[in-house]
Structures are given as structure tokens and as C-alpha cells.
């Protein structure tokens, strides 16, 4: 349960590497103020509240990085800014940075999350995936981390001496609520020379960007414009070397379990061209950053968000 930022000044223990304080009162004044290593308030808070537009920076961590950079000139371009990929004081204030005071929440852990049944590891191998019941979360730390789309050193920095496992515990995170609006999109352009997905709705409205891994060079993504064929939460893989690519010394097909860890993450979205599609991730961090097999590879949260927007029949177009 989430609780609301004005019971978190007392809560926060003057031990913590950073507290709620540090990143819901951060303002425009104090970007240059961190001095110490480890994830920036400033861009932490920056992250949470561009997220919450569902102009996605990807993994939020307080790091100033490409896919950061990249939410922040989507960001401006909405909001008819300069051309720039930097929070300068007329993004901040667009953006509501000094008003906003709830960007860290207090989350209790739950019976249910404390009764998770962790992986003990996830070989890359996919023979031995295959022979998996589910290739589930293999950390609290993990499964926290996605579900409140932050990285694992932030939910560490601002829960340095806390159980991740225990029902009742209660821990700080990012707060990054979104709500879509179900089936809303009506348009989808994948930009290759760019690593981004662009949502559009009525009207050429963007509805929502993300971050995100397009083909690569052996692999390149398809040209032109497909549909959207269906939409599969919590999916299984099917890995056939015949149609799709060389994984190891794997010669047979293989048909992996669902799962966070899986191939293709938490949602598979089937495009009209046979074996392409957009889909999650194991590795949220590399998104954008790493090469795929053709398709469109995207954070879990965002490709699970992407789900409710779409509808079969919307059309995706790579762009190049």
C-alpha cells in the first residue's frame, strides 16, 4: 500500500543514503547541489514526474543517461520548448518540479509479496529455461524494482537498511503512477535512427513514448507500415531456430515458460508480419542500449502499458 507523502517526513531514518525529503522537496535550485555518488534527487524526481506523462525514461535511477536525455526532448517537444535534451528552469516548471512533493512513497510488502516464489537463478542457456516451471523474479529486489519501474541501486540507496521479504515491512519508493487510456491508440511509429516508440490517439495526439531496442544489424527490424494482430499478457516463448535466430547450440524448438525473466518479458504484442512483435524484457536496464532479434524490445511496465492503449488492427510503422 502506498502511502502518502506527508506521513513520510518522520518516517525516513537519518540513516538512509537518500530520503523522501531529499527527492520530494529537491527544486529547480538545488540541480547542482549533489555532491556525493549514487542516484541525483534532481533526476530522480525529473524521471518519476516525466514517467507520470508516460513520456517513459526507461529504468527511473537518477542518472543522467541516454534514455533519460531521450524523455526529456520528447518532453519539450510536447510542451513546444526549445529543441533540447536538458531540464533547464522553463522544462522544471512545464514539468511542475517545484510543486511536486509525492514523487517518493511509502510501499508496505504484502503477504503475497513476501510468499513469492523466487527463481533461484535464470540460466541463458534455453534448453534449460525450457525445462523451467516459470522464470519468475529472482530477487524481491527485482521484483520491486519493476513493479515501480526503478532500478535496483535506487531502492537500494533509499532503503539501505531495510528487509525487501518481510510482510509489513515498509519501504520508499517511486511513485510513477500512470493511467492510460484503454485502447486509445490509434496509431504506433517505431524510429529506428532514434531507439523510440511514439503512441498517437485521436487527433495525432501523442499519448505516450518510450524507450526502446529496434532490430540491430544482423537482425534488422522489417520496413513499412504492419497491424497489430494480438495481444498475449504473461506469455510463453516459442524459440524456433528455423524462423528466428541461433541461441547457443540450440537446434530444436523449444517452448520456454512465462515469466518477468522470460525472452520476451510480461507481454507479447503479435505484429501482422510472422515471428515480429513488441514485447517486455529480463533486462530493463539494457533497453535501447542492446541489440534484439527484429523486434521491438521494451521495458515490462512500458510494453504492459503499451497493451492497454492497443487494439488489434492499430498500425505500427517503422519509421526509418
Same mark, same amino acid.
Given at each position: ?24 522537496? +529537491?527544486? #529547480?535550485? /538545488?540541480?547542482? &547541489? ?9 533526476? +530522480? ?20 543517461? *541516454? ?6 526532448? @520528447?518532453?519539450?517537444?510536447?510542451? @513546444? ?12 516548471? !512545464? ?32 534448453? &534449460? @529455461? ?20 526503478? %532500478? =535496483?541501486?535506487?531502492? $537500494?540507496?533509499?532503503?539501505? *537498511?531495510?528487509? #525487501?521479504? &518481510? ?24 524510429? &529506428? ?12 495526439? +501523442? ?7 529496434? $532490430?540491430? *544489424? ?26 528466428? #535466430? ?5 537446434? @530444436? ?29 529480463? =533486462? ?6 542492446? !541489440? %534484439? ?11 504492459? *502499458? ?9 498500425? +505500427?510503422?517503422?519509421? /526509418?
Amino acid at each position: 500500500m502506498l502511502l502518502a507523502a506527508a506521513v513520510l517526513a518522520s518516517w525516513a531514518s537519518p540513516a538512509t543514503a537518500l530520503t523522501a525529503d531529499e527527492v520530494n522537496g +529537491v527544486s #529547480f535550485a /538545488d540541480r547542482t &547541489k549533489q555532491a556525493a555518488p549514487g542516484p541525483d534527487p534532481f533526476i +530522480v524526481k525529473a524521471q518519476v514526474l516525466l514517467s507520470r506523462r508516460s513520456i517513459s525514461p526507461g529504468v527511473i535511477d537518477g542518472v543522467d543517461g *541516454e534514455n533519460f536525455r531521450k524523455a526529456v526532448a @520528447q518532453f519539450r517537444r510536447l510542451a @513546444q520548448l526549445p529543441d533540447g535534451d536538458e531540464i533547464d528552469e522553463l522544462a522544471w516548471l !512545464n514539468l511542475g518540479g517545484d510543486a511536486a512533493n509525492d514523487v517518493i512513497a511509502a510501499y508496505t510488502l504484502t503477504d503475497k509479496d513476501a510468499a513469492y516464489d523466487f527463481a533461484d537463478d535464470i540460466p541463458r542457456d534455453y534448453a &534449460k @529455461q525450457a525445462r523451467m516451471k516459470r522464470l519468475s523474479y529472482t530477487s524481491p529486489e527485482e521484483m520491486l524494482g519493476e513493479r515501480f519501474h526503478m %532500478s =535496483e541501486t535506487l531502492l $537500494g540507496a533509499l532503503n539501505p *537498511e531495510r528487509a #525487501f521479504s &518481510k510482510a509489513g515491512a515498509r519501504l520508499l519508493v517511486t511513485s510513477a503512477q500512470r493511467s492510460p487510456e484503454t485502447g486509445a491508440a490509434l496509431r504506433i511509429d517505431a524510429i &529506428k535512427s532514434t531507439g523510440m516508440v511514439i503512441v498517437f490517439g485521436a487527433q495525432d495526439a +501523442v499519448l505516450a513514448s518510450y524507450p526502446a531496442t529496434i $532490430g540491430s *544489424e544482423d537482425m534488422p527490424s522489417p520496413s513499412g507500415e504492419y497491424t497489430i494482430e494480438r495481444v498475449a499478457r504473461n506469455p510463453n516463448y516459442t524459440y524456433d531456430p528455423e524462423k528466428n #535466430f541461433q541461441q547457443g547450440k540450440n537446434t @530444436q524448438t523449444l517452448v520456454l515458460p512465462p515469466g518477468p525473466n522470460g525472452p520476451v518479458g510480461t507481454v507479447w504484442i503479435a505484429l501482422s508480419k510472422p515471428t515480429f512483435g513488441i514485447h517486455g524484457t529480463p =533486462e530493463p536496464g539494457k533497453v535501447s542500449k542492446t !541489440n %534484439s532479434h527484429g523486434c521491438i524490445r521494451l521495458t515490462n511496465w512500458d510494453a504492459e *502499458e503499451l497493451a492497454d492503449l492497443v487494439k488489434p488492427g492499430v498500425p +505500427v510503422r517503422f519509421v /526509418d
